[in-house]
């Protein structure tokens, strides 16, 4: 899809935006568990698949079609199947690609909850390869021929590590395996990674592409062109036919179907609702995340990582694969837990609360909660210490936030010398 228009005017113009049954302006919202038809025998065609039709929400809803077909096209893919959550989505895409025996190459820089999954997929058989520096150096030595599919995420949370998805789809093409990047936390508005390279994306709607944090779910998007070697790819070769569509296929007609995952009605239309500001958040978020840290990078006593600073690792990746936007996730370390926790207590204009994407800022102590169950390896690997604070930016005025946030840090001295604090 070429936007011949700008990004908020293509998201409330676009083709995904109009073409309701009644003319009107949002979806409606079908709340229903199944429909009603005049005959058993078109029923019969529809689950069939010889007629296009819903029957069961579980299968398939109108509201919800309408939120695939927007993140399709903003994605540019050639499917989408909206799940029950983001973790959900990622569960579906592997177990649609991988059966027991198979591998999966992934980042060690991961989700803790992504994490979580990855370790209980070894329980099914599947076998996740965690590999330290995402790089065609460290990532080649490791494919054979068990490898079904390279995992990663574009803006790893809360590390901020980039994924060089040019790089890394061509490694993985050669080798004929597809690349799967979670883009959560960066959205279409900051990159598009099948256009980078990549073959499939996932999202967790639950955060920037809802926004209003009142709705749980998730997205696959199938980019339709990678050529699936279906020797290789056995747990495809049932739907050889469709060709580069199979994923897509297999997906919406057999593994997601029955694992069950399918979103909510009304939280597919919430999650459309959001979507319509998704620019302008986008932007407003990005823009005072990028304040904000550079404020933060000038006090003494923390250690702030964001990718618009030039000390971030991967601030140059950022500037050419992120078109110079940070996202909205910063982290700074404070020097111990306890410093921490008074810091995250005395904020007057954050929400301690475990999630991101909102159009509030959101603050946590991940080391007490998102990786409560990872070992300290685990941990430090996905860019998580003892003392390190997450921040999920909001829209809130940026003076506000500096002010707030440089108030708490502070006042969280105790007295203490700011050298005294250690960030090993």
């Not at 005049?38 to 299968?59: C, N, P, Q, T, W």
């Not at 060690?108 to 992504?114: E, V």
């Not at 965690?130 to 803006?155: Q, R, S």
């Not at 070769?237 to 007609?253: D, N």
């Amino acid at each position: 899809m070429e936007y011949d228009c700008g990004f908020n005017t293509k998201l409330l113009h676009g083709k995904t935006s109009k073409g309701f049954p009644n003319r009107e302006i949002l979806p409606p919202i079908s709340q229903v568990t199944a429909f009603r038809y005049d005959s058993m025998e078109k029923l019969e065609r529809v689950f069939l698949h010889k007629s296009m039709g819903y029957a069961y929400s579980r299968i398939g809803n109108p509201t919800i079609t309408a939120f695939e077909q927007r993140i399709q096209e903003l994605e540019g893919g050639v499917g989408a199947v909206c799940c029950s959550s983001g973790m959900s989505a990622i569960t579906a895409a592997i177990l649609s690609i991988c059966e027991s025996g198979d591998e999966i190459i992934a980042g060690n820089c991961l989700y803790g909850g992504t994490i979580g999954l990855f370790h209980d997929l070894e329980k099914w058989g599947i076998h996740i390869v965690f590999v330290k520096d995402f790089t065609e150096e460290t990532v080649k030595p490791l494919i054979n021929t068990h490898t079904k599919a390279i995992f990663g995420e574009l803006i790893s949370n809360p590390s901020l590590k980039v994924l060089n998805v040019p790089s890394i789809s061509r490694l993985a093409h050669e080798a004929g395996i597809p690349l799967i990047v979670d883009s959560t936390t960066a959205t279409p508005f900051i990159a598009r990674p099948l256009e980078l390279g990549a073959d499939i994306v996932i999202h967790s709607t639950s955060k920037y592409l809802n926004g209003g944090g009142n709705s749980i779910g998730g997205v696959i998007v199938d980019g339709g062109t990678f050529r699936w070697d279906f020797e290789k790819h056995t747990a495809l070769r049932e739907f050889k036919k469709f060709g580069k569509l199979a994923l897509s296929v297999r997906l919406r007609t057999d593994t997601w179907e029955n694992l069950g995952g399918c979103m909510a009605p009304m939280n597919a239309f919430l999650s459309y609702i959001g979507t319509d500001t998704l620019g302008l958040r986008m932007q407003r978020i990005c823009e005072n995340a990028d304040r904000l840290a550079h404020a933060l990078d000038q006090m003494k006593g923390i250690q702030v990582s964001y990718l618009t600073l030039p000390s971030h690792p991967c601030y140059e990746e950022a500037k050419d694969i992120l078109d110079g936007y940070g996202g909205g996730i910063l982290s700074f370390r404070a020097g111990s837990k306890e410093r921490a926790f008074r810091i995250i207590n005395s904020l007057k204009y954050a929400c301690i609360a475990s999630n991101i994407g909102d159009v509030r800022t959101l603050v946590i102590h991940p080391a007490s909660t998102l990786y409560i169950q990872a070992s300290k390896e685990e941990m430090q690997a996905a860019g998580v210490y003892e003392d390190t604070v997450r921040v999920s930016v909001g829209i809130e005025s940026a003076d506000d936030l500096i002010a707030d946030f440089t108030e708490a840090i502070n006042n969280s001295r105790e007295g203490k010398e700011d050298e005294n604090y250690s960030f090993r």
